[in-house]
């Protein structure tokens, strides 16, 4: 699934938690905004491919947008000055000398025993991420890229109807001229929201129903309908996006580990402090199936195998994106994941 159909399917509102305690409220808008802001003036980061979304202002030459990848061949021009990405993550040492394998199917076991979620009745699948993404205009052979930072929230039904909404910050930019640069070529400097309702069956284009407890039967039913994956990282981008608009019980979460867990070329890339606070494990694949060479990164907790985030950092070079390497070009917080009344 390329980034316009993420988009897409991940629009909608309408906060169903009014259920919910004041002081949760609180906590989590202030855990948004914390994880929003921290990274607003960050210096560049590491890891993954320009599958992001990349506006083409009239007048651009050549640009392809293939599964992520990016390929661009023009007259070369003076760039402006470097985007404003997040900074790197700093790694600890691994918890274990495990291998990922060894590691990830240690935590699957710690995901499958932890207890099934309560869930009252009349209440729907609600999850809320706070994510990051570098959104680059290329006319010309110039480059103008905006940080823009998302509040992404969904809520589904057991079948399969539901309702996202996408709220856009602001996107930042490391000078004024940058910013003039971007609105000349059409590109939003205020924020906005956009909502989408979907009748039964339509929540996502491709993961309806029940998400398998079998890693293998998972693998299947992740690419249901598509061509199979050509490269190992296609799966982990899979999980990490069904991760974002799905609650996992216990048994899935374990499920979606295992798979992780067989991927060929999944390295341990040590103990972290996510963007949210929080401690976990990290786990990579380093692959250019997309185009440029990238760092794909998942952070599991290891004290219940709930995947926390996802990043994407290019490691080598960032062909016509006017980034620093490494790179931060994407990054996902889940920040919640429940059963919540929908209004």
Same mark, same amino acid.
């Given at each position: 699934m390329n980034a316009v159909d993420e988009v897409r399917q991940l629009l909608g509102g309408l906060d169903p938690a009014r259920d919910s305690r004041p002081d949760d409220e609180e906590r989590r808008a202030r855990d948004l905004a914390r994880i929003l802001a921290s990274d607003r003036t960050g210096r560049p980061a590491r890891r993954a491919v320009p599958r992001r979304r990349l506006v083409l202002a009239a007048g651009a030459v050549v640009l392809a947008v293939a599964a992520g990848g990016v390929a661009l061949e023009t007259a070369r021009e003076p760039q402006p000055a470097y985007a404003a990405t997040p900074a790197t993550l700093t790694y600890g040492p691994p918890a274990s000398a495990e291998t990922a394998r060894a590691r990830l199917r240690r935590l699957a076991e710690v995901a499958a025993g932890q207890p099934a979620p309560q869930r009252p009745a009349g209440t729907v699948e609600y999850l809320e991420s706070a994510n990051w993404f570098l959104n680059s205009s290329i006319t010309g052979g110039r480059t103008t890229s905006a940080v823009v930072p998302e509040q992404w929230r969904s809520w589904r039904t057991d079948d399969d109807a539901g309702r996202m909404l996408r709220k856009a910050l602001p996107p930042t930019f490391r000078s004024d001229a940058e910013r003039r640069e971007w609105k000349r070529r059409g590109g939003r400097t205020d924020s906005s929201e956009e909502t989408r309702d979907y009748a039964a069956g339509e929540f996502h284009s491709r993961w309806r129903g029940e998400v398998p407890t079998d890693a293998n039967?998972?693998? =299947?039913? #992740?690419?249901?309908?598509?061509?199979?994956?050509?490269?190992?990282? &296609?799966?982990? =981008?899979? +999980?990490?996006?069904?991760?974002? +608009?799905?609650? #996992?019980?216990?048994? &899935? @979460?374990?499920?979606?580990?295992? $798979?992780?867990?067989? #991927?060929?070329? *999944?390295? +341990?890339?040590?103990? !972290?402090?996510?963007?949210?606070?929080?401690?976990?494990?990290?786990?990579? *694949?380093?692959?250019?199936?997309?185009? #440029?060479?990238? &760092?794909?990164? +998942? *952070? !599991?907790?290891?004290?219940?195998? !709930?995947?926390?985030?996802?990043? =994407?950092?290019?490691? =080598? @070079?960032?062909?016509?994106?006017?980034?620093? *390497?490494?790179?931060?070009?994407?990054? @996902?917080?889940? $920040?919640?994941?429940?059963?919540? !009344?929908? @209004?």
């Open positions: 039967a998972l693998r =299947e039913w #992740l690419t249901a309908g598509a061509s199979a994956p050509e490269a190992p990282v &296609q799966y982990l =981008e899979a +999980v990490a996006e069904l991760a974002g +608009v799905r609650l #996992l019980n216990p048994a &899935q @979460r374990a499920a979606a580990l295992r $798979l992780l867990a067989d #991927l060929p070329g *999944i390295t +341990v890339t040590g103990t !972290v402090t996510d963007r949210a606070g929080r401690s976990g494990e990290a786990f990579s *694949i380093t692959s250019d199936a997309h185009g #440029l060479p990238a &760092q794909y990164t +998942v *952070i !599991v907790d290891p004290g219940s195998g !709930v995947l926390l985030g996802y990043e =994407e950092v290019l490691t =080598e @070079r960032a062909g016509m994106l006017n980034v620093t *390497i490494p790179a931060v070009i994407t990054y @996902r917080s889940y $920040l919640v994941a429940e059963y919540a !009344v929908r @209004r």
